[in-house]
Protein backbone atom coordinates (compact mmCIF):
# COMPACT_ATOMS: atom_id res chain seq x y z
CA UNK A 1 0.00 0.00 0.00
CA UNK A 2 1.79 2.90 -1.52
CA UNK A 3 -0.03 6.32 0.12
CA UNK A 4 2.95 8.72 -2.80
CA UNK A 5 0.77 7.09 -5.45
CA UNK A 6 -2.76 8.15 -4.12
CA UNK A 7 -0.87 11.22 -3.59
CA UNK A 8 -0.03 11.64 -7.70
CA UNK A 9 -3.15 10.56 -8.52
CA UNK A 10 -4.78 13.80 -6.58
CA UNK A 11 -2.27 15.93 -8.17
CA UNK A 12 -3.48 15.14 -11.70
CA UNK A 13 -6.72 16.11 -11.00
CA UNK A 14 -6.22 19.10 -9.23
CA UNK A 15 -4.31 20.43 -12.26
CA UNK A 16 -7.21 19.43 -14.21
CA UNK A 17 -10.31 20.14 -12.72
CA UNK A 18 -10.22 23.97 -12.45
CA UNK A 19 -11.17 26.58 -15.11
CA UNK A 20 -9.05 29.02 -16.77
CA UNK A 21 -11.68 31.14 -17.55
CA UNK A 22 -12.89 31.78 -14.03
CA UNK A 23 -9.49 32.70 -12.29
CA UNK A 24 -8.42 28.60 -12.68
CA UNK A 25 -11.85 28.18 -9.94
CA UNK A 26 -11.82 24.42 -9.01
CA UNK A 27 -15.53 22.51 -10.48
CA UNK A 28 -17.39 21.34 -7.30
CA UNK A 29 -19.36 18.32 -9.14
CA UNK A 30 -18.64 15.95 -11.66
CA UNK A 31 -21.55 14.48 -13.60
CA UNK A 32 -21.53 11.25 -15.14
CA UNK A 33 -25.15 11.46 -15.84
CA UNK A 34 -24.72 13.38 -18.71
CA UNK A 35 -22.79 11.67 -21.52
CA UNK A 36 -20.04 13.46 -22.01
CA UNK A 37 -19.92 13.74 -18.77
CA UNK A 38 -19.21 17.14 -17.51
CA UNK A 39 -17.32 19.34 -14.79
CA UNK A 40 -20.19 21.73 -13.48
CA UNK A 41 -19.22 24.73 -10.83
CA UNK A 42 -21.28 24.84 -7.85
CA UNK A 43 -20.36 28.77 -6.89
CA UNK A 44 -21.32 28.30 -3.47
CA UNK A 45 -18.45 26.34 -3.16
CA UNK A 46 -15.87 27.43 -5.84
CA UNK A 47 -16.00 30.97 -5.10
CA UNK A 48 -14.23 30.59 -2.10
CA UNK A 49 -14.56 27.09 -0.28
CA UNK A 50 -13.09 25.24 -2.81
CA UNK A 51 -9.65 28.03 -3.56
CA UNK A 52 -8.88 26.97 0.49
CA UNK A 53 -9.59 23.14 -0.75
CA UNK A 54 -7.37 23.34 -3.34
CA UNK A 55 -4.67 24.62 -1.52
CA UNK A 56 -4.30 22.90 0.99
CA UNK A 57 -5.06 19.57 -1.01
CA UNK A 58 -2.20 20.13 -3.13
CA UNK A 59 0.48 20.94 -0.43
CA UNK A 60 -0.48 18.11 1.52
CA UNK A 61 -0.31 15.74 -2.00
CA UNK A 62 2.76 17.48 -3.07
CA UNK A 63 4.06 16.48 0.56
CA UNK A 64 3.41 13.07 0.48
CA UNK A 65 4.35 12.22 -2.52
CA UNK A 66 7.68 14.12 -2.94
CA UNK A 67 6.82 16.17 -5.71
CA UNK A 68 5.71 19.67 -6.60
CA UNK A 69 3.06 18.53 -9.08
CA UNK A 70 0.37 20.95 -9.88
CA UNK A 71 2.43 23.65 -8.54
CA UNK A 72 1.14 26.28 -11.10
CA UNK A 73 -2.32 25.52 -9.91
CA UNK A 74 -1.20 26.08 -6.46
CA UNK A 75 0.01 29.35 -6.83
CA UNK A 76 -3.33 30.28 -8.93
CA UNK A 77 -4.99 29.42 -5.48
CA UNK A 78 -3.07 31.81 -3.30
CA UNK A 79 -3.67 34.62 -5.80
CA UNK A 80 -7.40 34.21 -6.12
CA UNK A 81 -7.78 33.68 -2.61
CA UNK A 82 -5.55 36.81 -1.83
CA UNK A 83 -8.49 38.77 -4.44
CA UNK A 84 -10.83 38.40 -1.96
CA UNK A 85 -9.05 39.17 1.08
CA UNK A 86 -11.57 42.30 0.89
CA UNK A 87 -12.69 42.78 4.60
CA UNK A 88 -12.10 42.81 7.84
CA UNK A 89 -11.04 40.34 10.28
CA UNK A 90 -8.26 39.03 8.23
CA UNK A 91 -11.06 36.55 7.17
CA UNK A 92 -11.72 36.27 2.75
CA UNK A 93 -14.97 37.48 1.32
CA UNK A 94 -17.27 35.94 -1.72
CA UNK A 95 -16.61 37.62 -5.24
CA UNK A 96 -18.58 39.27 -7.77
CA UNK A 97 -19.19 35.82 -8.62
CA UNK A 98 -21.01 34.21 -5.47
CA UNK A 99 -24.63 33.32 -6.14
CA UNK A 100 -25.24 33.61 -2.15
CA UNK A 101 -25.91 37.45 -3.39
CA UNK A 102 -29.32 35.66 -4.61
CA UNK A 103 -29.98 34.49 -1.16
CA UNK A 104 -30.57 37.65 0.34
CA UNK A 105 -27.04 39.00 1.16
CA UNK A 106 -26.59 42.48 -0.71
CA UNK A 107 -23.09 42.53 0.39
CA UNK A 108 -19.93 40.61 0.13
CA UNK A 109 -19.41 38.11 3.36
CA UNK A 110 -17.06 36.37 4.75
CA UNK A 111 -18.46 32.30 5.16
CA UNK A 112 -16.28 30.87 7.97
CA UNK A 113 -16.31 27.06 6.39
CA UNK A 114 -14.82 28.51 3.75
CA UNK A 115 -12.00 30.62 6.21
CA UNK A 116 -11.72 27.38 7.93
CA UNK A 117 -10.49 25.72 4.38
CA UNK A 118 -8.18 28.70 3.73
CA UNK A 119 -6.75 28.81 7.15
CA UNK A 120 -5.82 25.23 6.43
CA UNK A 121 -4.37 25.39 2.83
CA UNK A 122 -2.18 28.64 4.06
CA UNK A 123 -0.95 26.77 6.92
CA UNK A 124 0.10 23.65 4.95
CA UNK A 125 1.52 25.88 2.27
CA UNK A 126 3.67 27.36 5.17
CA UNK A 127 4.53 24.50 6.50
CA UNK A 128 6.15 22.95 2.56
CA UNK A 129 7.05 26.59 1.98
CA UNK A 130 10.61 26.52 0.42
CA UNK A 131 11.26 29.96 -0.11
CA UNK A 132 11.36 32.03 2.81
CA UNK A 133 9.66 34.89 1.21
CA UNK A 134 5.93 33.12 0.98
CA UNK A 135 6.76 31.75 4.74
CA UNK A 136 6.84 35.35 5.91
CA UNK A 137 4.05 36.70 3.77
CA UNK A 138 1.91 33.52 4.52
CA UNK A 139 2.74 33.95 8.13
CA UNK A 140 1.35 37.67 8.00
CA UNK A 141 -2.26 36.10 6.60
CA UNK A 142 -2.66 33.26 9.04
CA UNK A 143 -1.19 35.38 11.76
CA UNK A 144 -4.29 38.25 11.05
CA UNK A 145 -6.61 35.55 10.49
CA UNK A 146 -6.48 34.17 13.95
CA UNK A 147 -6.34 37.61 15.26
CA UNK A 148 -9.18 38.54 13.43
CA UNK A 149 -11.09 35.37 14.94
CA UNK A 150 -10.10 36.46 18.24
CA UNK A 151 -11.62 39.87 17.90
CA UNK A 152 -14.32 38.48 15.79
CA UNK A 153 -14.97 35.55 19.01
CA UNK A 154 -17.88 35.40 21.26
CA UNK A 155 -17.16 34.53 24.68
CA UNK A 156 -19.29 32.92 27.45
CA UNK A 157 -16.98 31.83 30.30
CA UNK A 158 -14.53 29.71 29.14
CA UNK A 159 -16.51 28.89 25.82
CA UNK A 160 -15.74 30.71 22.48
CA UNK A 161 -17.93 30.37 19.46
CA UNK A 162 -17.70 31.71 15.98
CA UNK A 163 -20.76 33.32 14.12
CA UNK A 164 -20.47 31.33 10.48
CA UNK A 165 -20.90 34.39 8.68
CA UNK A 166 -19.19 37.85 8.67
CA UNK A 167 -20.70 40.47 6.66
CA UNK A 168 -18.03 42.86 4.92
CA UNK A 169 -18.88 46.02 5.23
CA UNK A 170 -21.07 47.59 7.83
CA UNK A 171 -20.47 44.92 9.95
CA UNK A 172 -21.32 45.73 13.44
CA UNK A 173 -20.27 43.17 16.40
CA UNK A 174 -23.39 42.21 18.29
CA UNK A 175 -23.31 42.21 21.89
CA UNK A 176 -26.20 39.87 21.97
CA UNK A 177 -24.87 37.33 20.70
CA UNK A 178 -25.66 34.12 22.38
CA UNK A 179 -24.93 30.13 22.41
CA UNK A 180 -26.80 28.54 19.56
CA UNK A 181 -27.88 25.59 22.27
CA UNK A 182 -29.86 29.06 23.82
CA UNK A 183 -31.20 29.55 20.43
CA UNK A 184 -34.61 27.22 18.78
CA UNK A 185 -33.50 26.75 15.15
CA UNK A 186 -35.35 29.09 13.06
CA UNK A 187 -33.81 31.79 15.31
CA UNK A 188 -30.37 30.68 14.35
CA UNK A 189 -30.90 30.17 10.55
CA UNK A 190 -32.23 33.49 10.67
CA UNK A 191 -29.42 35.28 12.36
CA UNK A 192 -26.82 33.50 10.48
CA UNK A 193 -28.36 33.64 7.48
CA UNK A 194 -26.90 30.26 5.64
CA UNK A 195 -30.06 29.10 4.14
CA UNK A 196 -29.61 25.03 5.73
CA UNK A 197 -33.23 23.49 6.52
CA UNK A 198 -33.39 23.49 10.15
CA UNK A 199 -32.64 20.22 12.05
CA UNK A 200 -35.45 18.17 11.90
CA UNK A 201 -34.92 17.01 15.54
CA UNK A 202 -35.19 21.05 16.94
CA UNK A 203 -31.57 21.07 17.84
CA UNK A 204 -29.79 24.10 16.26
CA UNK A 205 -26.85 23.83 14.47
CA UNK A 206 -23.53 24.27 15.92
CA UNK A 207 -22.66 23.99 12.50
CA UNK A 208 -19.22 22.55 10.78
CA UNK A 209 -17.75 26.44 10.37
CA UNK A 210 -17.09 26.29 14.27
CA UNK A 211 -16.10 23.04 14.96
CA UNK A 212 -14.07 22.90 11.80
CA UNK A 213 -11.64 25.59 12.92
CA UNK A 214 -9.84 23.85 15.80
CA UNK A 215 -7.47 21.94 14.14
CA UNK A 216 -6.17 24.55 11.78
CA UNK A 217 -5.60 26.49 14.52
CA UNK A 218 -3.94 23.78 16.91
CA UNK A 219 -1.59 22.86 14.17
CA UNK A 220 -0.32 26.99 13.43
CA UNK A 221 -0.46 27.18 17.22
CA UNK A 222 2.03 23.89 16.85
CA UNK A 223 3.89 25.52 13.90
CA UNK A 224 4.32 28.88 14.73
CA UNK A 225 3.76 29.12 18.59
CA UNK A 226 0.62 31.58 18.37
CA UNK A 227 -1.10 31.16 21.38
CA UNK A 228 -4.24 33.04 20.42
CA UNK A 229 -4.96 30.06 18.09
CA UNK A 230 -4.18 27.31 20.96
CA UNK A 231 -6.94 29.97 23.28
CA UNK A 232 -9.15 30.00 20.82
CA UNK A 233 -9.21 26.21 19.23
CA UNK A 234 -9.11 24.92 23.24
CA UNK A 235 -12.68 27.64 23.36
CA UNK A 236 -14.20 26.28 20.50
CA UNK A 237 -13.86 22.69 21.82
CA UNK A 238 -15.36 23.26 24.79
CA UNK A 239 -18.26 24.84 23.23
CA UNK A 240 -18.81 22.13 21.52
CA UNK A 241 -18.44 19.59 24.08
CA UNK A 242 -21.03 21.64 26.15
CA UNK A 243 -23.50 21.84 23.48
CA UNK A 244 -23.50 18.16 23.14
CA UNK A 245 -23.43 17.42 26.81
CA UNK A 246 -26.75 19.92 26.85
CA UNK A 247 -28.10 17.94 24.41
CA UNK A 248 -27.30 14.52 26.42
CA UNK A 249 -25.90 13.30 23.20
CA UNK A 250 -23.02 12.13 25.58
CA UNK A 251 -25.27 9.39 26.65
CA UNK A 252 -27.33 9.14 23.22
CA UNK A 253 -24.43 9.78 21.29
CA UNK A 254 -25.55 11.06 17.67
CA UNK A 255 -23.28 13.86 15.76
CA UNK A 256 -26.61 15.54 15.01
CA UNK A 257 -24.68 19.24 14.72
CA UNK A 258 -23.39 18.91 10.83
CA UNK A 259 -23.39 16.62 8.47
CA UNK A 260 -20.86 13.71 9.25
CA UNK A 261 -17.33 15.10 8.05
CA UNK A 262 -18.82 18.45 10.05
CA UNK A 263 -19.00 16.45 13.07
CA UNK A 264 -15.71 14.24 12.48
CA UNK A 265 -13.97 17.31 11.57
CA UNK A 266 -14.63 18.75 14.80
CA UNK A 267 -13.68 15.49 16.41
CA UNK A 268 -10.45 15.30 15.54
CA UNK A 269 -9.92 19.08 15.77
CA UNK A 270 -11.36 18.82 19.89
CA UNK A 271 -8.41 15.77 19.84
CA UNK A 272 -6.23 17.81 18.66
CA UNK A 273 -6.61 20.45 21.16
CA UNK A 274 -7.17 18.35 23.55
CA UNK A 275 -3.12 17.09 23.34
CA UNK A 276 -2.17 20.26 25.14
CA UNK A 277 -5.24 21.65 27.14
CA UNK A 278 -6.34 17.86 28.41
CA UNK A 279 -9.06 17.55 29.45
CA UNK A 280 -11.02 13.90 30.05
CA UNK A 281 -13.98 14.87 29.36
CA UNK A 282 -13.70 15.95 25.93
CA UNK A 283 -11.33 12.93 24.79
CA UNK A 284 -14.18 10.68 26.44
CA UNK A 285 -16.82 12.74 24.38
CA UNK A 286 -14.82 12.56 21.43
CA UNK A 287 -13.87 9.09 22.09
CA UNK A 288 -17.82 7.91 22.40
CA UNK A 289 -18.52 9.62 19.20
CA UNK A 290 -15.74 8.04 17.09
CA UNK A 291 -17.17 4.52 18.31
CA UNK A 292 -20.69 5.50 17.10
CA UNK A 293 -19.36 6.56 13.88
CA UNK A 294 -17.36 3.65 13.17
CA UNK A 295 -19.82 0.75 14.69
CA UNK A 296 -23.01 2.25 13.53
CA UNK A 297 -22.46 4.67 10.32
CA UNK A 298 -19.74 3.21 8.39
CA UNK A 299 -18.70 -0.13 6.99
CA UNK A 300 -16.06 -2.55 7.78
CA UNK A 301 -13.83 -0.73 5.24
CA UNK A 302 -14.15 2.76 5.71
CA UNK A 303 -17.32 3.66 3.47
CA UNK A 304 -19.62 6.20 5.27
CA UNK A 305 -22.90 7.63 4.52
CA UNK A 306 -23.10 11.45 4.32
CA UNK A 307 -25.35 11.79 7.15
CA UNK A 308 -25.78 10.22 10.25
CA UNK A 309 -29.23 9.53 10.03
CA UNK A 310 -31.98 9.71 6.91
CA UNK A 311 -33.51 12.81 8.16
CA UNK A 312 -31.84 15.09 5.32
CA UNK A 313 -32.36 11.56 2.52
CA UNK A 314 -35.54 12.12 0.38
CA UNK A 315 -37.65 8.74 0.48
CA UNK A 316 -36.34 8.21 -3.14
CA UNK A 317 -32.77 8.64 -2.66
CA UNK A 318 -30.29 5.89 -0.73
CA UNK A 319 -27.63 7.25 1.42
CA UNK A 320 -24.61 7.68 -0.29
CA UNK A 321 -20.88 8.38 1.10
CA UNK A 322 -19.15 11.04 1.48
CA UNK A 323 -15.69 10.54 1.26
CA UNK A 324 -14.59 13.59 3.17
CA UNK A 325 -16.34 11.14 5.96
CA UNK A 326 -13.99 8.72 5.94
CA UNK A 327 -11.00 10.84 5.18
CA UNK A 328 -12.11 12.59 8.55
CA UNK A 329 -12.85 8.99 10.63
CA UNK A 330 -9.09 8.61 9.40
CA UNK A 331 -8.07 11.72 10.89
CA UNK A 332 -10.24 11.71 14.29
CA UNK A 333 -8.88 7.87 15.00
CA UNK A 334 -5.23 9.04 14.48
CA UNK A 335 -5.49 11.39 17.17
CA UNK A 336 -7.66 8.60 19.50
CA UNK A 337 -4.14 6.42 18.61
CA UNK A 338 -2.17 9.43 19.10
CA UNK A 339 -3.97 10.00 22.57
CA UNK A 340 -3.60 6.10 23.26
CA UNK A 341 -6.31 4.17 22.31
CA UNK A 342 -4.04 2.14 20.35
CA UNK A 343 -6.80 0.03 19.07
CA UNK A 344 -8.02 2.67 16.30
CA UNK A 345 -4.78 2.09 14.54
CA UNK A 346 -6.29 -1.12 13.15
CA UNK A 347 -9.64 0.74 11.76
CA UNK A 348 -7.42 3.84 10.50
CA UNK A 349 -5.62 1.21 8.50
CA UNK A 350 -8.57 -0.64 7.36
CA UNK A 351 -10.32 1.99 6.23
CA UNK A 352 -7.67 3.59 4.23
CA UNK A 353 -6.25 1.15 2.99
CA UNK A 354 -9.92 0.27 1.64
CA UNK A 355 -12.57 3.02 1.02
CA UNK A 356 -10.47 6.08 1.40
CA UNK A 357 -8.10 4.80 -1.39
CA UNK A 358 -9.95 2.67 -3.90
CA UNK A 359 -13.09 4.72 -4.25
CA UNK A 360 -10.05 7.37 -5.74
CA UNK A 361 -10.67 7.23 -9.45
CA UNK A 362 -7.38 5.45 -10.64
CA UNK A 363 -7.70 5.25 -14.35
CA UNK A 364 -8.94 6.88 -17.47
CA UNK A 365 -12.82 5.59 -17.11
CA UNK A 366 -14.12 3.51 -19.67
CA UNK A 367 -16.86 5.63 -21.35
CA UNK A 368 -20.64 4.05 -20.39
CA UNK A 369 -24.01 4.25 -21.18
CA UNK A 370 -27.22 4.97 -19.35
CA UNK A 371 -29.48 3.40 -20.87
CA UNK A 372 -32.51 1.84 -18.50
CA UNK A 373 -30.88 2.63 -15.68
CA UNK A 374 -33.51 4.52 -13.34
CA UNK A 375 -31.84 7.55 -11.63
CA UNK A 376 -32.57 9.37 -8.09
CA UNK A 377 -33.74 12.98 -10.02
CA UNK A 378 -34.52 14.58 -6.58
CA UNK A 379 -31.43 16.60 -5.80
CA UNK A 380 -30.34 16.92 -9.29
CA UNK A 381 -32.44 19.71 -10.23
CA UNK A 382 -29.77 21.64 -8.34
CA UNK A 383 -26.83 20.79 -10.90
CA UNK A 384 -29.34 20.60 -13.96
CA UNK A 385 -30.09 24.41 -13.54
CA UNK A 386 -26.80 25.26 -13.31
CA UNK A 387 -25.64 27.72 -16.85
CA UNK A 388 -23.82 26.38 -19.49
CA UNK A 389 -21.22 28.58 -18.85
CA UNK A 390 -20.67 26.89 -15.56
CA UNK A 391 -20.08 23.65 -17.89
CA UNK A 392 -16.98 21.76 -19.11
CA UNK A 393 -17.35 18.45 -21.44
CA UNK A 394 -13.50 18.34 -22.46
CA UNK A 395 -12.51 15.29 -21.88
CA UNK A 396 -13.71 14.70 -18.27
CA UNK A 397 -13.52 10.25 -18.96
CA UNK A 398 -10.07 11.40 -18.81
CA UNK A 399 -9.36 14.49 -16.85
CA UNK A 400 -11.51 12.69 -13.52
CA UNK A 401 -8.48 10.08 -13.04
CA UNK A 402 -7.80 11.10 -9.18
CA UNK A 403 -11.16 12.17 -8.04
CA UNK A 404 -12.53 10.46 -4.92
CA UNK A 405 -15.98 9.95 -4.49
CA UNK A 406 -18.44 12.14 -3.55
CA UNK A 407 -22.45 10.74 -3.49
CA UNK A 408 -20.50 6.65 -4.19
CA UNK A 409 -21.96 3.76 -3.21
CA UNK A 410 -20.29 0.94 -0.87
CA UNK A 411 -19.26 -0.51 -4.13
CA UNK A 412 -19.15 2.10 -6.88
CA UNK A 413 -17.38 5.77 -7.22
CA UNK A 414 -20.96 6.37 -8.60
CA UNK A 415 -24.32 5.66 -7.64
CA UNK A 416 -27.75 6.17 -9.96
CA UNK A 417 -29.79 6.46 -7.08
CA UNK A 418 -27.70 8.57 -4.24
CA UNK A 419 -28.05 11.84 -3.40
CA UNK A 420 -27.09 14.06 -6.21
CA UNK A 421 -27.05 10.51 -8.56
CA UNK A 422 -23.96 9.62 -10.60
CA UNK A 423 -22.07 12.77 -9.46
CA UNK A 424 -18.96 13.16 -7.34
CA UNK A 425 -18.79 16.43 -4.80
CA UNK A 426 -15.01 17.33 -4.95
CA UNK A 427 -14.92 18.49 -1.68
CA UNK A 428 -13.71 15.05 -1.21
CA UNK A 429 -11.12 14.96 -3.61
CA UNK A 430 -9.79 17.92 -1.89
CA UNK A 431 -10.12 15.94 1.46
CA UNK A 432 -8.31 13.44 0.71
CA UNK A 433 -5.26 14.39 0.48
CA UNK A 434 -4.96 15.93 3.81
CA UNK A 435 -6.00 12.25 5.05
CA UNK A 436 -3.14 10.67 2.82
CA UNK A 437 -0.67 13.59 4.86
CA UNK A 438 -2.26 12.85 8.53
CA UNK A 439 -1.67 9.12 7.84
CA UNK A 440 1.56 9.54 6.22
CA UNK A 441 2.64 11.92 9.15
CA UNK A 442 1.95 8.95 11.85
CA UNK A 443 2.39 5.98 9.78
CA UNK A 444 6.06 5.55 10.99
CA UNK A 445 6.79 8.28 14.03
CA UNK A 446 10.68 8.42 15.56
CA UNK A 447 11.46 7.52 19.15
CA UNK A 448 14.58 8.42 20.83
CA UNK A 449 15.98 5.01 20.20
CA UNK A 450 14.93 4.16 16.71
CA UNK A 451 11.70 3.68 14.65
CA UNK A 452 7.50 2.95 15.37
CA UNK A 453 6.02 1.48 12.35
CA UNK A 454 2.27 2.20 13.52
CA UNK A 455 0.61 1.43 10.28
CA UNK A 456 1.93 -1.41 7.65
CA UNK A 457 2.48 1.10 4.74
CA UNK A 458 5.29 1.68 2.49
CA UNK A 459 7.25 4.80 3.56
CA UNK A 460 10.38 6.69 3.26
CA UNK A 461 11.93 8.93 5.88
CA UNK A 462 15.14 9.91 6.88
CA UNK A 463 16.01 6.92 9.56
CA UNK A 464 14.11 4.20 7.24
CA UNK A 465 12.69 2.79 4.40
CA UNK A 466 9.26 0.60 4.94
CA UNK A 467 8.13 -1.87 2.35
CA UNK A 468 4.45 -3.62 3.02
CA UNK A 469 3.57 -6.79 0.55
CA UNK A 470 -0.26 -6.92 1.70
CA UNK A 471 -2.31 -8.73 0.37
CA UNK A 472 -0.01 -10.79 -1.47
CA UNK A 473 1.86 -11.64 1.53
CA UNK A 474 2.13 -11.18 5.19
CA UNK A 475 5.52 -9.34 5.75
CA UNK A 476 7.04 -6.27 6.67
CA UNK A 477 10.39 -4.52 5.60
CA UNK A 478 12.30 -1.67 7.42
CA UNK A 479 15.32 -1.48 6.23
CA UNK A 480 17.25 1.25 8.51
CA UNK A 481 19.24 4.21 7.69
CA UNK A 482 21.00 4.49 10.94
CA UNK A 483 21.44 2.14 13.97
CA UNK A 484 18.09 2.06 16.10
CA UNK A 485 15.44 -0.02 17.80
CA UNK A 486 12.43 -1.59 14.74
CA UNK A 487 8.76 -1.41 16.71
CA UNK A 488 6.03 -2.52 14.09
CA UNK A 489 2.60 -3.18 15.30
CA UNK A 490 0.70 -6.27 14.31
CA UNK A 491 -3.11 -6.09 13.36
CA UNK A 492 -5.54 -7.27 15.67
CA UNK A 493 -6.65 -10.69 13.75
CA UNK A 494 -2.56 -11.91 13.89
CA UNK A 495 -2.32 -14.35 16.74
CA UNK A 496 0.42 -13.35 18.93
CA UNK A 497 1.78 -17.13 18.18
CA UNK A 498 2.50 -16.66 14.51
CA UNK A 499 4.49 -13.65 13.87
CA UNK A 500 8.01 -14.21 12.93
CA UNK A 501 11.10 -11.67 13.23
CA UNK A 502 14.12 -11.77 10.99
CA UNK A 503 17.24 -9.70 10.66
CA UNK A 504 18.63 -9.92 7.23
CA UNK A 505 17.09 -13.30 6.70
CA UNK A 506 18.26 -14.70 10.02
CA UNK A 507 15.11 -15.76 12.67
CA UNK A 508 15.40 -13.64 15.79
CA UNK A 509 13.04 -13.85 18.99
CA UNK A 510 9.61 -12.80 18.68
CA UNK A 511 9.28 -9.89 21.97
CA UNK A 512 5.98 -8.27 22.08
CA UNK A 513 5.70 -4.31 24.29
CA UNK A 514 3.38 -5.04 27.06
CA UNK A 515 -0.14 -5.00 26.32
CA UNK A 516 -2.57 -3.49 25.51
CA UNK A 517 0.37 -2.36 22.78
CA UNK A 518 0.81 -4.69 19.60
CA UNK A 519 4.00 -3.66 19.11
CA UNK A 520 6.39 -6.32 18.36
CA UNK A 521 10.49 -5.50 18.86
CA UNK A 522 13.82 -5.95 17.43
CA UNK A 523 16.48 -4.07 19.02
CA UNK A 524 19.61 -2.42 17.67
CA UNK A 525 19.05 -3.16 14.12
CA UNK A 526 22.09 -1.64 12.67
CA UNK A 527 22.59 0.98 9.74
CA UNK A 528 21.66 -0.53 6.51
CA UNK A 529 20.12 -4.11 7.73
CA UNK A 530 16.68 -4.62 7.37
CA UNK A 531 13.56 -5.86 9.96
CA UNK A 532 11.32 -8.32 8.20
CA UNK A 533 8.06 -8.74 10.01
CA UNK A 534 6.21 -11.95 8.85
CA UNK A 535 2.90 -12.78 9.33
CA UNK A 536 0.04 -15.29 8.39
CA UNK A 537 -2.79 -13.26 6.36
CA UNK A 538 -6.41 -14.07 7.32
CA UNK A 539 -8.69 -14.74 4.92
CA UNK A 540 -12.58 -14.01 5.60
CA UNK A 541 -16.22 -13.10 3.73
CA UNK A 542 -18.41 -10.68 5.82
CA UNK A 543 -21.91 -9.74 4.43
CA UNK A 544 -23.49 -5.86 5.86
CA UNK A 545 -26.11 -4.01 4.96
CA UNK A 546 -25.19 -0.63 3.91
CA UNK A 547 -27.99 1.87 2.40
CA UNK A 548 -30.48 -0.65 2.65
CA UNK A 549 -28.68 -3.00 0.16
CA UNK A 550 -26.41 -6.51 1.43
CA UNK A 551 -22.80 -6.50 0.45
CA UNK A 552 -20.70 -8.82 0.81
CA UNK A 553 -16.25 -8.53 0.90
CA UNK A 554 -13.85 -11.20 0.54
CA UNK A 555 -10.52 -9.96 2.49
CA UNK A 556 -6.71 -11.02 2.55
CA UNK A 557 -5.84 -9.28 5.68
CA UNK A 558 -6.76 -5.75 5.99
CA UNK A 559 -7.28 -5.96 2.18
CA UNK A 560 -10.63 -5.95 0.38
CA UNK A 561 -10.23 -8.13 -2.66
CA UNK A 562 -13.34 -8.24 -4.04
CA UNK A 563 -16.98 -7.13 -3.36
CA UNK A 564 -20.19 -8.53 -4.21
CA UNK A 565 -22.36 -7.45 -5.98
CA UNK A 566 -19.58 -5.51 -8.09
CA UNK A 567 -19.80 -2.07 -9.06
CA UNK A 568 -21.37 -1.10 -12.39
CA UNK A 569 -19.78 2.40 -13.65
CA UNK A 570 -16.51 2.72 -12.12
CA UNK A 571 -16.57 -0.41 -9.69
CA UNK A 572 -14.33 -0.09 -6.09
CA UNK A 573 -12.48 -3.02 -5.01
CA UNK A 574 -12.12 -4.55 -8.65
CA UNK A 575 -15.72 -6.03 -8.42
CA UNK A 576 -17.24 -9.55 -7.79
CA UNK A 577 -16.14 -11.57 -5.43
ZN1 LIG B 1 -16.82 15.98 0.63
Redesign the pocket.
Known amino acids: MDLRKHARLSLRFLETATNPKMGDLPYFWIDFARNPPELVHCMVFDDVENLGRWLYAIAAAQAVSGTDGAETTRRAMLREIDLRRTGPYGLVYTSEYSPQFCRGFTEHHSWLWADRSILQGWILSYRFARDGGERARLRERIDAMVAGLNEFAVRIGPCVFFPSLAPAKSFRKRDDYILPHDEPAGTWNALYGWAEPADPRGLPHLSDSVGGMIAPLVEWYELSGNETAMELAAGVSRTIVDFHAVKGCLTNPVGCFSNN?GVLNAVTGVLAANRHVPERRHLLWAKTLWEFYVARCASSFGWAPENETVDYTHPLERPSC????TVDMVRAGLELARAGFVESWDVVERFTRNYMTQAQIQREVEPFSLNGVALNDVSRLGIECEPEALRDRKDVWRRCVGALA?WGAPNDVLDPRGRFAMCV?N??SG?LPLGLLNVWDQAVTREPDGVRVNLLFDHDNADCTVSDSQPAEGRLEVRMKRKGTVRVRIPDWVPDGAVRLEVDGRGIGTAWEPRPSRYVCANDVPAGCTATVLYPLRERTLTERLGGELYTTRWKGDTVVGIDPGGRFIPVFGGGT
Open positions: HEGCAGQCCH
